[in-house]
């Protein structure tokens, strides 16, 4: 599951008064302060979720005021599905920005649906399972050239599976993870970023590779490899139209638990389908997304289309298996000089469908 700060809703009646005092001064901006943020937003693996943040941002003594804030934030949630999720997230950004510090920890009780493990799942397979994780997640970047970055990732989860199915798959303790346990890895990753804005993009590239191992040795219960390749590009069309297109491949060797699978669906990619829906060792999705901005004011539309699949082995990848996912949204331009929009989307697969109200585009 992806951090749910992501998801965060300021309230339209937040965003007019933030909105318009930084159309009134765009020059003059604080080198920090505080944001109180009431949060709001809606997935199918959470149904509705409320809860409340407060975001700390600041900038380096002496640096330029139009250089990027960091920012502090503690966040609170409670959903539909009774899941709790207490986070605290850093973003910062250091010595004029040639060093890039991102930090994660969550405390997370979250109900969740297990369909089994593979591209050939049934919807009868379908049974509730709540977790309860602590989870520490660290990157470290620094920018040894204009757009191009290199660093250093560490990640920790330590999962107790508190509640399954007296008659379903999880009960039994075969399945790997099934009776918890912890994961600890560390890994490398490098970036090359051109995009001319990261929350709406509309030219430029963002290409990234991660590696990261999983081992005894840095003391995970579970022993496995992962090597995550993204890639996404932007062609401007027109004054205010953009097709957006992204490539995703996660591959995954040794042994990993089920919660740590590459899943399929959810808000980011192949809308439409619930988040974990499918999952296995190995994933590709493609996607594509046109974007009119602004249509009408300051909302826009979206169709988007992708395909991708799941699979034990990379040879065992066929077209003939992969999914689909279709749908459009709306776009609503509520931070009119960062370009950060409110995303109303309605995804459909095979199957399946979802609807998202989130923050921020899909990729």
Request: some cysteine; proline content about 4%.
């Amino acid at each position: 599951m992806k951090k749910l700060i992501c998801f965060i809703l300021l309230g339209l009646f937040a965003f007019p008064c933030f909105g318009k005092e930084a159309e009134q001064d765009s020059v003059k901006q604080k080198r920090n302060g505080f944001i109180p943020i009431p949060i709001l937003f809606y997935m199918p693996e959470t149904k509705i979720g409320v809860g409340a943040a407060v975001s700390y941002y600041f900038r380096e003594s002496g640096s330029k005021l139009d250089s990027r804030p960091s920012t502090i934030m503690p966040v609170l949630t409670y959903t539909q599905k009774k899941q709790i999720i207490s986070e605290l997230s850093a973003d910062l950004y250091l010595k004029d920005e040639i060093y890039h510090l991102n930090g994660y920890l969550s405390y997370k009780k979250f109900p969740d649906k297990f369909y089994g493990i593979g591209s050939h799942t049934s919807e009868d397979d379908e049974e509730n399972y709540t977790p309860r994780s602590v989870t520490l997640q660290m990157n470290l970047q620094k920018r040894v050239r204009a757009g191009l970055n290199v660093g250093v990732q560490y990640e920790f989860e330590h999962t107790k599976i508190i509640e399954v199915e007296e008659d379903g798959l999880l009960v039994h303790g075969d399945i790997a993870g099934s009776k918890g346990g912890i994961v600890s890895g560390a890994g490398l990753l490098v970036n090359r970023d051109t995009r001319d804005n990261i929350f709406y993009p509309s030219s430029g590239s963002f290409y990234q590779l991660s590696a990261s191992l999983f081992s005894s040795s840095l003391g995970s219960d579970y022993d496995f490899n992962r090597y995550t390749l993204d890639l996404r590009q932007y062609f401007p069309l027109f004054s205010s139209q953009v097709l957006a297109c992204q490539g995703y491949i996660n591959i995954i060797t040794g042994d990993p638990p089920f919660q740590m699978l590459s899943l399929f669906g959810g808000r980011e990619r192949m809308r439409g389908y619930f988040e974990g829906r499918y999952r296995d060792k190995n994933m590709m999705a493609f996607q594509m997304e046109y974007r009119i901005m602004p249509v009408l004011w300051r909302f826009g539309l979206v169709v988007f289309a992708g395909f991708g699949d799941v699979s034990d082995k990379m040879e065992n990848f066929g077209l003939r298996n992969f999914k689909y996912s279709v749908g459009g949204g709306i776009r609503y331009l509520f931070i009119r000089e960062e370009k950060i929009n409110l995303r109303l989307d309605f995804g459909h697969g095979k199957n399946s469908s979802g609807i998202y109200i989130t923050i921020g585009e899909a990729f």
